[in-house]
């Protein structure tokens, strides 16, 4: 792989080096191979790149491809003043494979559009982190059969001159992706997936996800031609028409777990007998024009939906994340929902409706340290108050690693200075982790970058039950998840498991090194330390965690009542990726010592202060 350089104030008779870069794209462009990267200095470029004047060359692949990147913290301008800025119409000749456009801003001002392409010999073009803006017509625009097109963390506004055909992405190919987009103040509709008398074929494999669609000068989303469509983790807010528009020509299009508010029409509209069988599930849809679906004709299936006030934190300033006490919470159908929210969020089983799921908020490391153990770099991931029943209390949020856990008790029920608990343990993947016998998995992921491969969006497990049989598969996780905790295994049994990784394209990688190790009965964890127990009526620390609910760790009462805080600390073993912990009160009737207020840390990594291990603290690849 070979890196150039261009400068707005470089030459064509350099050598392309970061001393002595090129000027024209041209000659930038027809300088690269497979492989190779374009560094673009910041500036004004008043150039364009055209396939009619420039020979753009293919990669073979997203690890060997073309890649035109902006240079570190400088911000490249593309805008000639006329003409398509980048204009890749392969209709009538020639083809153009995995070329990467990243970080490039393309200003359209007195062109028709930003960026054009075109052709059945035109796929696997990437747009990262784009800024598309003030074209007189489409900010991006490509037909005919083009594939494999991905859109991805791309600012694209202000584009279009006439109201009704001027969108930001009007587009009709198979296999587009559009992830994690800012799409807003385009004259008509954010996003047109449409083709004129195209068969409902066009469209299918299409993605549109984690992306914010506002304030366009007619609809958001009007979605058209193909069969099989996901809309998913997006929110849809002040656009002067309807939110989502499902009208010609297709089938089997799913719009769920979106969140669609404050649009002059319906949040969405289905179209007459053309569209058929579209999956409305999940969607929070609040203070449209008319706040439920509409439909023409065409057929659709909904569940789950939201049209009451979701209560958001802050709608006013398009805040759409829920607070503690919204109605979306666990509200959702788990028949149809992604794995993560729009941040990138684990979600529950049943999930959040809406684009967001609620999680308890990680707060900054604390100033204070946990008084039984400060050899321990603690952090702060949640603080809160339970309920005041005896009821099993649960506390998610993003996965953290963590080996040490640490409940810390700020507040009794009555006020009183002691503490108690029956059980307490942290929660992976929604399982308690507390006597759960099985073997964790965990695994490396890299992504290359230089150039860029296809992104993981799920990681597959397969296992090994004899030593001469077949691997089989168990599981599949999404990215970002590098774990899983096989619960399936018969206690002393040995098993082997590999894993491989699922681009978006359900193209499968070379499967992972071979682990083995042998299911033990139960998992391993210990209590570390604690600040206080009452062993005069047996209520040590050691109850917190020994699976029974007739027991309880309460700290001293009879011949001394310490004052709050109170702490303890699990030792899970090994490091856990959690996504949560669960505290149950004691259930013997009596609320002395329940927690009301409360804190609580993790670990992943010991700082030693004279205390002797009695095994080497790793991440391993395979524990028990």
């Not at 080996?403 to 942290?426: A, D, K, Q």
């Not at 669960?582 to 993790?602: A, S």
Request: glycine share 10%; with cysteine.
């Amino acid at each position: 792989m070979t890196t150039y350089f261009i400068s707005t104030t470089g030459n064509d008779s350099n050598s392309g080096s970061q001393g002595s870069p090129f000027l024209t794209f041209k000659k930038s462009l027809e300088t690269m191979v497979a492989g190779d990267l374009l560094l673009v200095r910041g500036g004004t470029y008043n150039q364009s790149i055209r396939k009619f004047e420039i020979n753009i060359p293919s990669g073979t692949s997203y690890t060997n491809a073309i890649t035109v990147r902006n240079f570190t913290g400088e911000s490249p301008i593309i805008a000639p003043g006329n003409g398509t800025l980048l204009d890749l119409n392969y209709s009538s000749s020639g083809s153009l494979h995995y070329l990467i456009l990243d970080g490039i801003v393309f200003d359209g001002q007195f062109t028709n559009e930003s960026i054009f392409f075109d052709g059945v010999t035109v796929d696997h073009l990437r747009f990262i982190n784009v800024t598309i803006r003030n074209s007189l017509h489409q900010g991006i625009s490509g037909f005919d059969g083009s594939n494999s097109i991905e859109i991805i963390g791309c600012d694209i506004h202000n584009n279009g001159t006439n109201p009704h055909f001027d969108h930001g992405i009007y587009i009709a190919t198979p296999n587009l992706l559009v992830d994690g987009c800012d799409i807003h103040n385009n004259l008509a509709y954010g996003i047109q997936i449409y083709h004129s008398g195209a068969g409902a074929t066009l469209t299918n494999g299409t993605v549109i996800r984690n992306s914010s669609i506002h304030n366009n000068g007619e609809g958001g989303n009007t979605l058209n031609h193909g069969n099989g469509l996901d809309f998913y983790n997006n929110t849809v807010y002040n656009n002067v028409a309807n939110g989502v528009d499902i009208s010609y020509n297709n089938a089997n299009f799913r719009v769920y777990n979106n969140t669609i508010y404050g649009n002059g029409g319906s949040p969405v509209a289905i179209g007459d007998a053309q569209a058929q069988n579209a999956v409305i599930d999940n969607n929070i849809f609040w203070q449209n024009g008319i706040n439920n679906i509409t439909s023409n004709g065409g057929t659709f299936t909904q569940s789950n939906n939201l049209t009451s006030n979701p209560i958001f934190v802050n709608q006013g300033s398009f805040d759409f994340h829920l607070q503690s006490n919204s109605p979306a919470i666990r509200g959702g159908t788990s028949s149809l929902y992604p794995a993560t929210d729009k941040d990138g969020s684990l979600r529950t089983t049943p999930p959040d409706i809406g684009a967001y799921q609620f999680l308890v908020v990680i707060l900054p490391p604390p100033s204070t340290t946990i008084t039984c153990d400060d050899s321990l770099p603690w952090i702060l991931v949640s603080s809160g108050t339970f309920a005041s029943d005896t009821l099993l209390k649960t506390v998610n949020f993003s996965v953290r690693p963590a080996r040490w856990i640490c409940l810390r008790s700020l507040r009794e029920i009555n006020g009183n200075p002691w503490t108690s608990c029956t059980e307490f343990m942290g929660v992976m993947n929604g399982l308690s982790l507390l006597q759960t016998k099985g073997i964790l998995l965990l695994w490396d992921h890299a992504l290359i970058t230089e150039p860029p491969t296809d992104a993981a969006v799920a990681f597959r497990i397969y296992r090994q039950d004899t030593p001469t049989g077949l691997f089989t598969l168990i599981a599949t996780v999404p990215y970002p998840i590098v774990s899983y905790l096989d619960t399936t295994v018969i206690a002393g049994s040995s098993y082997s498991y590999e894993i491989t990784a699922v681009d978006y394209f359900n193209n499968e990688s070379s499967i992972s090194n071979i682990v083995s190790g042998v299911a033990p009965s139960a998992l391993q964890h210990s209590v570390w330390c604690f600040d206080s127990q009452e062993l005069g009526v047996n209520n040590g620390a050691v109850n917190a965690i020994d699976g029974l609910t007739t027991t309880f760790w309460h700290t001293q009462w009879m011949t001394a009542s310490p004052p709050q805080p109170h702490n303890i600390v699990v030792d899970l073993g090994t490091v856990y990726p959690l996504n949560g912990f669960q505290y149950l009160p004691r259930q013997d009737g009596t609320p002395n010592g329940t927690i009301i207020q409360y804190e609580f840390y993790i670990c992943d990594y010991f700082i030693s202060k004279g205390r002797v291990m009695n095994a080497p603290i790793m991440q391993p690849i395979l524990a028990m």
